[in-house]
Nanobody, 125 residues
Framework: VQLVQSGGGSVEPGKSLRLSCAAS????????MGWFRQAPGKEREGVAC????????YYSDSAKGRFTISRDAPKNTAYLQMDDLKPEDTGIYYC???????????????????WGQGTQVTVSS
C-alpha cells in the first residue's frame, strides 16, 4: 500500500488545517489508518486512528476535542481535521496504515506497516 499525503502548512494559533492521506495499491488490505506527528528532537507520537471495520476512532489526549479523523472509503482517503491549533502541535505529520491492526488505544509506530511521506505543520504567531 502506498500512502500520499497532502495538506499542512503554517498557521497562527487558533486556526485550522486539514491533512489528507490517499492510499493506493492493495487498499482492500488496509484496516487501520492513523496519524502520527514528530516534533524536533522528540519521538514520533500517535495522534489519531480510525478502523475500517466499524469506523471507531482513537485520539491521543492532546488531540481529543480539537482533532477529527475521518475516512472516505470509496476514495481510500483518510483525513485529519485539526482545529484550534496550538504551537505545541508543530511538527511533521505522518499518515500510516496497517492491514490487521485494530486501533483502540496507545498507537505505536511499529504497529503500522505503511507510511506516508510526511508533511510539515507549523503553528506560530
Amino acid at each position: 500500500v502506498q500512502l500520499v499525503q497532502s495538506g499542512g502548512g503554517s498557521v497562527e494559533p487558533g486556526k485550522s488545517l486539514r491533512l489528507s492521506c490517499a492510499a493506493s495499491g492493495s487498499t482492500f488490505a488496509v484496516h487501520a489508518m492513523g496519524w502520527f506527528r514528530q516534533a524536533p528532537g522528540k519521538e514520533r507520537e500517535g495522534v489519531a486512528c480510525i478502523n475500517r471495520s466499524d469506523g471507531s476512532t482513537y485520539y491521543s489526549d492532546s488531540a481529543k476535542g480539537r482533532f477529527t479523523i475521518s475516512r472516505d472509503a470509496p476514495k481510500n482517503t483518510a483525513y485529519l481535521q485539526m482545529d484550534d491549533l496550538k504551537p505545541e502541535d508543530t511538527g511533521i505529520y505522518y499518515c500510516a496504515a496497517d492491514p490487521e491492526l485494530y486501533c483502540e488505544g496507545f498507537m505505536s509506530p511499529g504497529d503500522f506497516r505503511s507510511w506516508g511521506q510526511g508533511t510539515q505543520v507549523t503553528v506560530s504567531s
